[in-house]
């Protein structure tokens, strides 16, 4: 087997985990369909997600299982890049592993 064929059998392996999101950013609702938007052009869908308003910032906490870490990093980068999003807190917990709460 050619070291090329490796490399590519080893990345269709990658290993799934949890991803965890904060969002936060202004209180729009434009924000919240930005985020879900951005989800459902994947075709995910988070296994839950909370959302909560104080005063002018939207705070938005979400889970996805089942996903590869570069995948949840790319969606992070995404989330970073929507208007009026302040910061993204990520984290991500490979199956194995205890799965920190943020």
């Given at each position: ?30 924000l919240l ?58 984290s991500w917990?490979s199956s ?7």
């Amino acid at each position: 087997m050619t070291l090329a064929r490796k490399q590519g059998l080893e990345t269709q392996r990658e290993e799934l985990g949890q991803a965890q999101y904060k969002v936060l950013g202004d209180a729009s609702s434009q924000l919240l369909m930005r985020i879900f938007g951005l989800l459902a052009q994947q075709d995910l869908l988070p296994e839950y997600a909370t959302v909560r308003k104080n005063e002018d910032v939207l705070v938005v906490r979400m889970n996805k299982t089942l996903i590869s870490r570069r995948r949840a990093d790319l969606i992070a980068e995404k989330m970073r890049s929507l208007v009026q999003t302040h910061l993204v807190e990520f984290s991500w917990t490979s199956s194995s592993e205890e799965i920190p709460v943020l």
